[in-house]
């Protein structure tokens, strides 16, 4: 059976250059420490964009673990001692409609 | 449509610009009222007074200085917080009838008692968490700091007392949208049910009751 999938569109609050790289690190660096790998792992997150220009960005995950993601994004408070948050702007079925809905594209 | 509340924006700084911003970031973020805890005249800003109310809180030891502080406020249209480590504080406040919030952190809620959560129950108390605690506190290691809130507000919830999550927010950056802090909740082993009254049901009940008080 085909997993059911969420796209999760958030939104980052930073006061500097923040790249996909970090913003990759930063989520999952987060998302083993609360929930360890095992965890971390059941939620299938991955990152599928981010742009550096609007912080931006679009995670995939299963659709069972879209609280779990939440709560990493919102657990997440500061990036080289500098304050860092994230919100979310939006979850939907697909990342078509995730694009058009919260991201403008 | 469930509305949020967030009850507790602490802004300390007297920019009157940066208070509309974070104000309007907080409606941005879908609250749909707010409680700010500073002595400002809110008809300088440019908003609904209509969706904010104030308050006022109190740090106390004894039942005296609540007393004291409580003479000084000129007008019953303010919201109260007490914060104190003291049983017998906590217990006097939940039954005085102006205090309306008991502030907790994770000091003050290992000392909490049952007596003090029937008392607050009984008189339509509410306890007050907030979100800077849960993200920002350093001085607890993350696990400690989840077994001890985990089981403290599922022993407060299953008193039947009211307890509330509020930001405490000063800056926008400590902010959180209402569907993340319930997201954030369930960390905490609370359901998803009573993460949603915690943000919404429960403030929305002191919030209208202080905004009718404030119309008047």
Same mark, same amino acid.
Request: with cysteine; hydrophobic share 40%; charged share 25%.
């Given at each position: 059976?085909?997993?059911?999938?969420? %796209?999760?569109?958030?939104?980052?609050?930073?006061?500097?250059?923040?790249?996909?790289?970090?913003?990759?690190?930063?989520?999952?660096?987060?998302?083993?420490?609360?929930?360890?790998?095992?965890?971390?792992?059941?939620?299938?997150?991955?990152?599928?964009? %981010?742009?550096?220009?609007?912080?931006?960005?679009?995670?995939?995950?299963?659709?069972?673990?879209?609280?779990?993601?939440?709560?990493?994004?919102?657990?997440?408070?500061?990036?080289?001692?500098?304050?860092?948050?994230? %919100?979310?702007?939006?979850?939907?079925?697909?990342?078509?409609?995730?694009?058009?809905? %919260?991201?403008?594209? | 449509?469930?509305?949020?509340?967030?009850?507790?924006?602490?802004?300390?700084?007297? @920019?009157?610009?940066?208070?509309?911003?974070?104000? @309007?970031?907080?409606?941005?973020?879908?609250?749909?009222?707010?409680?700010?805890?500073?002595?400002?005249?809110?008809?300088?800003?440019?908003?609904?007074?209509?969706?904010?109310?104030?308050?006022?809180?109190?740090?106390?030891?004894?039942?005296?200085?609540?007393? &004291?502080?409580?003479?000084?406020?000129?007008?019953?249209?303010?919201?109260?917080?007490?914060?104190?480590?003291?049983?017998?504080?906590?217990?006097?406040?939940?039954?005085?009838?102006?205090?309306?919030?008991?502030?907790?952190?994770?000091?003050?809620?290992?000392?909490?008692?049952?007596?003090?959560?029937?008392?607050?129950?009984?008189?339509?108390?509410?306890?007050?968490?907030?979100?800077?605690?849960?993200?920002?506190? &350093?001085?607890?290691?993350?696990? &400690?700091?989840?077994?001890?809130?985990?089981?403290?507000?599922? &022993?407060?919830?299953?008193?039947?007392?009211?307890?509330?999550?509020?930001?405490?927010?000063?800056?926008?950056? @400590?902010? #959180?949208?209402?569907?993340?802090?319930?997201?954030?909740?369930?960390?905490?082993?609370?359901?998803?049910?009573?993460?949603?009254?915690?943000?919404?049901?429960?403030?929305?009940?002191?919030?209208?009751?202080?905004?009718?008080?404030? #119309? #008047?």
């Amino acid at each position: 059976m085909k997993k059911r999938k969420r %796209y999760i569109v958030f939104q980052v609050l930073y006061e500097g250059s923040l790249y996909e790289k970090d913003v990759l690190k930063i989520i999952s660096n987060q998302l083993i420490r609360l929930f360890g790998e095992v965890g971390a792992s059941k939620t299938h997150f991955w990152l599928h964009l %981010y742009n550096e220009d609007s912080k931006k960005g679009l995670i995939e995950c299963r659709h069972n673990t879209v609280q779990i993601i939440r709560a990493t994004l919102a657990s997440i408070f500061e990036f080289a001692n500098q304050p860092l948050t994230f %919100y979310t702007v939006g979850v939907s079925g697909t990342m078509k409609a995730a694009k058009r809905k %919260y991201l403008n594209t | 449509m469930v509305k949020f509340y967030d009850l507790n924006i602490c802004y300390q700084n007297n @920019q009157v610009e940066y208070l509309n911003i974070l104000l @309007q970031h907080c409606f941005k973020l879908g609250y749909s009222g707010l409680a700010l805890s500073n002595n400002i005249d809110l008809t300088n800003f440019n908003l609904q007074t209509d969706k904010v109310i104030s308050r006022i809180n109190i740090v106390a030891n004894t039942v005296g200085q609540v007393k &004291k502080t409580l003479k000084t406020l000129p007008e019953k249209k303010t919201l109260i917080s007490v914060y104190t480590l003291n049983n017998s504080v906590a217990n006097w406040c939940a039954e005085t009838g102006p205090i309306k919030i008991l502030s907790i952190n994770l000091e003050n809620i290992k000392k909490l008692q049952r007596s003090t959560m029937k008392i607050a129950s009984e008189n339509n108390c509410f306890f007050e968490l907030q979100l800077l605690e849960l993200i920002y506190n &350093k001085d607890y290691p993350l696990v &400690k700091k989840i077994s001890i809130l985990s089981e403290k507000l599922n &022993k407060i919830l299953n008193q039947d007392a009211g307890l509330i999550i509020s930001s405490g927010a000063s800056n926008i950056f @400590q902010l #959180r949208a209402p569907r993340d802090v319930i997201a954030l909740l369930k960390i905490f082993d609370i359901k998803e049910s009573d993460a949603k009254k915690m943000i919404s049901d429960y403030p929305k009940k002191i919030f209208d009751e202080y905004s009718i008080i404030c #119309r #008047r």
